[in-house]
């Protein structure tokens, strides 16, 4: 059997295990990271940050480190190329891109200077040599709920600040059950395995630049405003990225220094960021104060669900952390309220961090509920079926493909809730107390325009060229396979070329709409491919290559609630005597949409789920109140689940079908880690009987709080 593209039908790709692409490559160190590309006459930069937290620069020492050996240039506000005032990127405005610009010291970590040497070790010396002075000022990094300069906007990254619908003081007043709760999550870093890294150079009048970047078009597009350029003159790449988890969606300071340095001095300039520098300039994720309100008659049906939740930005930007938003599509009530407001302080403007909002949110939430549930006596799977919504809670839009509830059914069959009993603090074994907890997931499901090009080859083969990233999640082996399925031909025909901003439009990988946005170009160029190609035609040399371009088709969908759901299930073990917390199993069921690829989307599930880990038990970032600066930045310090705390973990997924998605995918890399914090929380109670509220739930805190029902942490 033949098909119309002329080759032999293969059987479907999509839905079936595929390892990676690059694998082979990444395994042996054939993949070469921003940081390894190597190229002629390559110069490297080295910043300089500051080291005070708030205040102005009196003077920049630099006529001493520009003698020392190896040193080429030091680029600093008195000298460093100017960039576009007032600056809007593609994420919203980004005065931290302003580096270089004025003497202003926003912040502890500040970028004040830039050493561009013959080699790093020359530019590291150098830089440590600089000498640079300060009128330093007061500063405020101390966050806490009410602060006085708290305020709520009208807008975050990801809709409105606040929504409100019904009496809620009303409603809350009739409530047989109320459950009124405080929570707090600490600042929280990416930690991507790859450090930040950026070459950057001129090519005949055209910048050049190899970045790890989780997109190149947008990055590239980016850079030509920033720097007043054409956005044809600027190429951005970048082949392979070692992890991102949002932290390197948009311009960071090594990319933008590292374009000031090369239009200085004429050569190729790489910057690639230590450790430590990236606490301060690749972003990171607020800190929250929660406060959770719930209200429901004797059956455990909500009459009021009130979720208020504050973050901080910084003095340059107006970045929120939309923990309240979780709740928006989560459940039903008469009366519904969601508030996020925020507090600027002497702080760097935190960002994107994988599932930004629903991470924080959700602990806060689920947390509530399964209190919610223990107060009138239900299972807490059964007062969540109990408030399933026929429409978007507040948006009032139809939902359809919903499939929370379908999570939870078959979460709760395999990993044997049914047999659990649910008073806390029963169950022991030797010196540890046992519990089980669960909680829900969700994450909304989105699509940006892209744009792909899909040649037939004259050899029979297909080669797709789209501007997405692979961020370590197989976006190349689940393009390949979209392709495959949509042209009808074996998957091993088909080559895919990305993360080359020359190749046009296309998201980033972020917000779990990568996969999505770039699959519904490569089938519409598919499409088109297929309608005009003769069966058994002689290509020409060049081959046939048709241009795909989703604008319209995005613009077109129909306003409706769409989200991927799942169900989290936790078992934990808890020494009350020394007060370790340790993680059985967990089980994690998730609606998602169409599965590309199981063996890669089971690891994106497990992923994030260790990510919920890690929040729950260890990740903290102490912010020193005296210096301003992070007391903890580096690994040492900064403690994040490695391999001995990760038990058991199982992923697995349930078909909801969605008839009118064009599509089909919902997105992956986010759902993981929603709901994973609150379900291992809400073991720990069962285990204890203590409500542990603020995260992580560290040894001394579980020590404080002691053992028995009523007691919280």
Same mark, same amino acid.
């Given at each position: 059997?033949?098909?119309?593209?002329?080759?032999?039908?293969?059987?479907?790709?999509?839905?079936?295990?595929?390892?990676?692409?690059?694998?082979?490559?990444?395994?042996?160190?054939?993949?070469?990271?921003?940081?390894?590309?190597?190229?002629?006459?390559?110069?490297?930069?080295?910043?300089?940050?500051?080291?005070?937290?708030?205040?102005?620069?009196?003077?920049?020492?630099?006529?001493?480190?520009?003698?020392?050996?190896?040193?080429?240039?030091?680029?600093?506000?008195?000298?460093?190329?100017?960039?576009?005032?007032? &600056?809007?990127?593609?994420?919203?405005?980004?005065?931290?891109?302003?580096?270089?610009?004025?003497?202003?010291?926003?912040?502890?970590?500040?970028?004040?200077?830039?050493?561009?040497?013959?080699?790093?070790? #020359?530019?590291?010396?150098?830089?440590?040599?600089?000498?640079?002075?300060?009128?330093?000022?007061?500063?405020?990094? +101390?966050?806490?709920?009410?602060?006085?300069?708290?305020?709520?906007?009208?807008?975050?990254?990801?809709?409105?600040?606040?929504?409100? @619908?019904?009496?809620?003081?009303?409603?809350?007043?009739?409530?047989?059950?109320?459950?009124?709760?405080?929570?707090?999550?600490?600042?929280?870093?990416?930690?991507?395995?790859?450090?930040?890294?950026?070459?950057?150079?001129?090519?005949?009048?055209?910048?050049?630049?190899?970045?790890?970047? #989780?997109?190149? &078009?947008?990055?590239?597009?980016?850079?030509?405003?920033?720097?007043?350029?054409?956005?044809?003159?600027?190429?951005?790449?970048?082949?392979?990225?070692?992890?991102?988890?949002?932290? @390197?969606?948009?311009?960071?300071?090594?990319?933008?220094?590292?374009?000031?340095?090369?239009?200085?001095?004429?050569?190729?300039?790489?910057?690639?960021?230590?450790?430590?520098?990236?606490?301060?300039?690749?972003?990171?994720?607020?800190?929250?104060?929660?406060?959770?309100?719930?209200?429901?008659?004797?059956?455990?049906?909500?009459?009021?669900?009130?979720?208020?939740?504050?973050?901080?930005?910084?003095?340059?930007?107006?970045?929120?952390?939309?923990?309240?938003?979780?709740?928006?599509?989560?459940?039903?009530?008469?009366?519904? *309220?969601?508030?996020?407001?925020?507090? @600027?302080?002497?702080?760097?403007?935190?960002?994107?961090?994988?599932?930004?909002?629903?991470?924080?949110?959700?602990?806060?939430?689920?947390?509530?509920?399964?209190?919610?549930?223990?107060?009138?006596?239900?299972?807490?799977?059964?007062?969540?079926?109990?408030?399933?919504?026929?429409?978007?809670?507040?948006?009032?839009?139809?939902?359809?493909?919903?499939?929370?509830?379908?999570?939870?059914?078959?979460?709760?069959?395999?990993?044997?809730?049914?047999?659990?009993?649910?008073?806390?603090?029963?169950?022991?074994?030797?010196?540890?107390?046992?519990?089980?907890?669960?909680?829900?997931?969700?994450?909304?499901?989105?699509?940006?325009?892209?744009?792909?090009?899909?040649?037939?080859?004259?050899?029979?083969?297909?080669?797709?060229?789209?501007?997405?990233?692979?961020?370590?999640?197989?976006?190349?082996?689940?393009?390949?396979?979209?392709?495959?399925?949509?042209?009808?031909?074996?998957?091993?025909?088909?080559?895919?070329?990305?993360?080359?901003?020359? &190749?046009?439009?296309?998201?980033?990988?972020?917000?779990?709409? +990568?996969?999505?946005?770039?699959?519904?170009?490569?089938?519409?160029?598919?499409?088109?491919?297929?309608?005009?190609?003769?069966?058994?035609?002689?290509?020409?040399?060049?081959?046939?290559?048709?241009?795909?371009?989703?604008?319209?088709?995005?613009?077109?969908?129909?306003?409706?609630?769409?989200?991927?759901?799942?169900?989290?299930?936790?078992?934990?073990?808890?020494?009350?005597?020394?007060?370790?917390?340790?993680?059985? *199993?967990?089980?994690?069921?998730?609606?998602?949409?169409?599965?590309?690829?199981?063996?890669?989307?089971?690891?994106?599930?497990?992923?994030?789920?260790?990510?919920?880990?890690?929040?729950?038990?260890?990740?903290?970032?102490?912010?020193?109140?005296?210096?301003?600066?992070?007391?903890?930045?580096?690994?040492?310090?900064?403690?994040?689940?490695?391999?001995?705390?990760?038990?058991?973990?199982?992923?697995?997924?349930?078909?909801?079908?969605?008839?009118?998605?064009?599509?089909?995918?919902?997105?992956?890399?986010?759902?993981?880690?929603?709901?994973?914090?609150?379900?291992?929380?809400?073991?720990?109670?069962?285990?204890?009987?203590?409500?542990?509220?603020?995260?992580?739930?560290?040894?001394?805190?579980?020590?404080?709080?002691?053992?028995?029902?009523?007691?919280?942490?």
């Amino acid at each position: 059997m033949t098909t119309s593209t002329g080759v032999a039908a293969a059987s479907k790709a999509v839905g079936t295990a595929q390892t990676r692409r690059e694998g082979l490559a990444k395994v042996t160190g054939a993949a070469r990271y921003a940081g390894e590309v190597p190229h002629a006459e390559l110069a490297h930069g080295w910043v300089v940050l500051s080291t005070v937290t708030r205040g102005r620069i009196l003077a920049v020492e630099d006529a001493p480190v520009r003698q020392m050996p190896g040193v080429i240039a030091v680029l600093h506000h008195q000298n460093a190329p100017r960039l576009e005032e007032g &600056f809007v990127g593609t994420l919203g405005p980004d005065a931290s891109a302003q580096m270089l610009q004025h003497d202003r010291v926003p912040y502890a970590g500040w970028p004040v200077a830039l050493v561009v040497a013959e080699t790093s070790e #020359q530019a590291r010396e150098a830089a440590d040599a600089l000498v640079v002075r300060y009128d330093t000022e007061p500063h405020d990094v +101390g966050f806490a709920a009410g602060h006085p300069d708290s305020y709520t906007p009208d807008a975050t990254p990801v809709g409105p600040a606040r929504t409100e @619908k019904g009496d809620v003081e009303g409603e809350l007043a009739a409530s047989a059950v109320v459950v009124d709760e405080q929570y707090e999550t600490p600042e929280q870093h990416h930690s991507a395995m790859e450090p930040h890294a950026a070459m950057a150079r001129w090519d005949n009048g055209r910048l050049e630049i190899v970045d790890s970047s #989780q997109g190149t &078009f947008v990055t590239a597009n980016d850079l030509a405003k920033l720097f007043s350029l054409d956005p044809s003159a600027v190429r951005v790449r970048a082949e392979h990225v070692g992890g991102a988890f949002g932290s @390197k969606g948009q311009m960071r300071a090594h990319l933008v220094l590292a374009v000031m340095a090369t239009t200085v001095i004429g050569r190729p300039v790489r910057i690639a960021l230590t450790r430590r520098q990236m606490y301060s300039l690749v972003g990171h994720r607020s800190p929250t104060a929660q406060r959770v309100r719930l209200g429901a008659d004797a059956e455990g049906r909500l009459r009021v669900l009130d979720h208020t939740s504050l973050s901080r930005t910084s003095q340059l930007d107006e970045f929120i952390e939309a923990s309240a938003n979780f709740g928006r599509s989560m459940y039903d009530a008469d009366a519904h *309220r969601t508030v996020n407001s925020v507090v @600027k302080l002497d702080v760097p403007t935190p960002n994107f961090m994988r599932a930004p909002g629903e991470a924080p949110g959700s602990f806060a939430l689920e947390s509530a509920v399964d209190e919610l549930a223990w107060k009138c006596g239900l299972d807490p799977i059964e007062l969540r079926a109990r408030n399933e919504p026929e429409v978007g809670p507040v948006s009032g839009l139809p939902v359809e493909a919903r499939g929370l509830m379908a999570c939870f059914h078959e979460g709760a069959r395999r990993f044997g809730w049914a047999d659990r009993d649910p008073r806390p603090g029963l169950r022991r074994e030797g010196r540890w107390l046992l519990g089980t907890g669960t909680a829900g997931a969700g994450f909304f499901v989105g699509a940006f325009p892209s744009q792909a090009a899909l040649t037939a080859e004259a050899d029979g083969s297909f080669t797709v060229r789209i501007a997405a990233s692979d961020v370590g999640t197989g976006a190349r082996t689940a393009l390949a396979q979209v392709a495959a399925d949509a042209l009808d031909v074996d998957a091993a025909r088909v080559r895919v070329r990305i993360a080359d901003s020359d &190749f046009g439009n296309a998201w980033l990988g972020g917000g779990s709409m +990568g996969t999505r946005s770039w699959s519904w170009a490569v089938l519409a160029a598919a499409r088109e491919l297929r309608e005009i190609l003769v069966p058994g035609a002689e290509l020409p040399a060049e081959g046939v290559t048709v241009r795909s371009d989703t604008t319209e088709a995005v613009a077109g969908q129909a306003a409706r609630e769409h989200h991927s759901h799942g169900a989290q299930f936790a078992e934990v073990a808890v020494d009350v005597s020394s007060g370790e917390v340790r993680v059985r *199993r967990m089980l994690g069921i998730f609606a998602a949409g169409r599965i590309i690829n199981p063996l890669t989307a089971r690891s994106q599930f497990i992923g994030g789920m260790t990510g919920g880990l890690s929040m729950a038990l260890h990740e903290e970032a102490i912010r020193d109140r005296t210096t301003g600066a992070l007391a903890n930045p580096d690994f040492a310090g900064y403690h994040f689940a490695a391999h001995a705390d990760v038990p058991r973990i199982e992923a697995d997924w349930v078909e909801v079908p969605d008839p009118n998605d064009p599509v089909g995918i919902k997105g992956i890399g986010e759902i993981g880690i929603v709901g994973a914090a609150a379900a291992i929380a809400n073991a720990v109670w069962h285990a204890t009987g203590v409500r542990h509220r603020t995260l992580p739930i560290r040894p001394d805190r579980v020590l404080l709080a002691g053992e028995g029902p009523g007691e919280s942490a």
